[in-house]
C-alpha cells in the first residue's frame, strides 16, 4: 500500500464514482495535514490545481467549509445552501473572490475521520447557481462515505506511518517535529503552519531550528528538496 501509484489509482476511482453518481463541474481530494501523510492532494482539472494554490495561500481563513470548524462534530456532508441562504452566500469573500472568478457556484464537502479525527476531505463543484446540491444527493452522499472512509484508511494510513518512521530514522525528528514536517512539506505558510498545529510563532521557529539542524540545511525549499527525494 506504500506504492504513490495507488494513491493515485484511488483518487481517480473515487472521481469516476462521484462524476457517476453526480452531475458535477469539478470534485477535488485533500488529505487534511497534518493529521496523515504527505500525498495531500488531487483535483479533477488544472483549474482546480490553480484554484487550490490560491486555497492554501489565502482564503482558508475565511471558508466557512473549513474542516477545522468541524472537529469535534458528527457532521459528515455539508454543502453552501446548508450553511446560508444564495444570498448570505454571495456576500462571502470566499464566493466572491475564490469561487466567483473561476465560474464555480455550489460546493458540497465530504468529510472522513480517524478516531473522531478529520483526515480527509472530498469536496464536490457546481457552475450553475440553479443547481444545488439536493437533499436526496446529500443522503446518497451519507450513504456512501463510510465505504469511501474504508478505503482512504487502507490505502493512507500506512503510508503515512511508513513516511513517519522513515523520517524518525533517518533525521531523529520527535513526533511534534514530525507533525510541523508534515505540514511544511505541503508549502503552507507559517501561518497556516501556526493555526493547524495550534502552536506560537516562537515555538514554530524553534521547532523549524531544529529541523533544519537535524536535515543540515538552511531554507524551507531545501528542507523540502531533501526530504521528498527520500520519500519518493
Not at 87 to 98: D, G, L, M, S
Not at 116 to 126: N, P, Q, S
Not at 143 to 158: A, R
Request: proline residues 4%; neutral net charge.
Amino acid at each position: 500500500m506504500n506504492n504513490p501509484q495507488s494513491h493515485e489509482e484511488f483518487q481517480t476511482q473515487l472521481f469516476k464514482l462521484c462524476s457517476s453518481l453526480f452531475a458535477l463541474d469539478g470534485v477535488r481530494f485533500d488529505i487534511y495535514v497534518p493529521k496523515t501523510n504527505l500525498d495531500y492532494y488531487m483535483g479533477s482539472d488544472g483549474e482546480i490545481d490553480l484554484m487550490r494554490d490560491g486555497y492554501n495561500r489565502i482564503f482558508w481563513e475565511c471558508d466557512p467549509m473549513h474542516p477545522s470548524l468541524f472537529e469535534g462534530k458528527d457532521t459528515v456532508v455539508v454543502t453552501n445552501a446548508m450553511l446560508m441562504t444564495d444570498y448570505a452566500w454571495q456576500k462571502t469573500r470566499i464566493y466572491k473572490e475564490f469561487f466567483k472568478p473561476h465560474n464555480y457556484y455550489h460546493d458540497a464537502d465530504v468529510f472522513f475521520r480517524q478516531n473522531g479525527v478529520i483526515i480527509a476531505v472530498l469536496t464536490l463543484l457546481r457552475k450553475d447557481p440553479a443547481k444545488m446540491f439536493t437533499d436526496h444527493e446529500v443522503e446518497l452522499l451519507k450513504k456512501v462515505q463510510p465505504f469511501i472512509e474504508y478505503c482512504l484508511k487502507k490505502v493512507y494510513l500506512p503510508k503515512r506511518i511508513h513516511n513517519r518512521e522513515s523520517l524518525s530514522k533517518e533525521f531523529g525528528f520527535t513526533a511534534r517535529e514530525l507533525d510541523v514536517v508534515e505540514l511544511a512539506l505541503t508549502g503552507a505558510s507559517n501561518k497556516a503552519l501556526i493555526k493547524q498545529l495550534k502552536i506560537s510563532l516562537p515555538t514554530l521557529r524553534t521547532h523549524m531550528q531544529n529541523i533544519y539542524s537535524k536535515v543540515g540545511v538552511h531554507s524551507s525549499s531545501e528542507l523540502i528538496s531533501t526530504l521528498m527525494s527520500i520519500l519518493k
